[in-house]
């Protein structure tokens, strides 16, 4: 959980800083991961996503100069949403200055071309609800990125 999850707003590219208990929910789901065999943990470069990363490092004794950071995991620029009272049915892509669905799954797909050039066999990224689902979308096309179905803050789910 960040502050600004906290507080009921959309934050999307804002630097919204984990809160004691978003910390905590990290630290408990990284347990989970540890035996999952993760070679590389990749990031998003939001600060929330990058404490989580460093956190989840930590737990699982990866080293944390090893991780990866990429704007392709970056969460969805809600554009003049960013700071508003988190509304989901606000979300669409006739708002101001928003990055659209379309762009956000092709973001989510050149991410997608760009961990599977890693010399890598079990990746974390270390994201954002959005691009979560974005992403999803990519791997299994069976959940459309509008499928009810969403990830809960600090979860750790295994798409592949």
């Known amino acids: 959980m960040s502050v600004h999850n906290q507080l009921g707003v959309f934050s999307g590219r804002i630097d919204s800083p984990l809160t ?52 392709f995991f970056s969460e969805r620029d809600f554009g003049a949403l960013e700071n508003m009272p988190y509304r989901p049915l606000a979300v669409n892509d006739n708002v101001p200055d928003i990055e659209t669905v ?4 092709k973001r989510a797909e050149k991410g997608f071309e760009w961990l599977n ?3 890598a066999n079990k ?34 789910i295994k798409l592949i």
């Open 20 to 71: 004691d208990e978003g910390r905590e929910d990290v630290r408990n789901n990284a347990e989970k991961a540890k035996s999952l065999g993760i070679d590389t943990i990749v990031s998003s470069p939001l600060a929330r996503a990058q404490e989580s990363a460093q956190i989840i490092a930590e737990v699982i004794s990866y080293p944390k100069d090893k991780i990866l950071t990429s704007d």
């Open 123 to 156: 990746i974390l990224v270390v994201s954002h609800g959005s691009l979560g689902r974005a992403l999803r979308f990519v791997v299994s096309q069976e959940y459309p990125f509008d499928h009810p179905s969403r990830f809960k803050n600090a979860d750790i």
């Open 117 to 119: 050039s890693l010399e």
């Open 102 to 105: 379309e762009e956000l799954i």
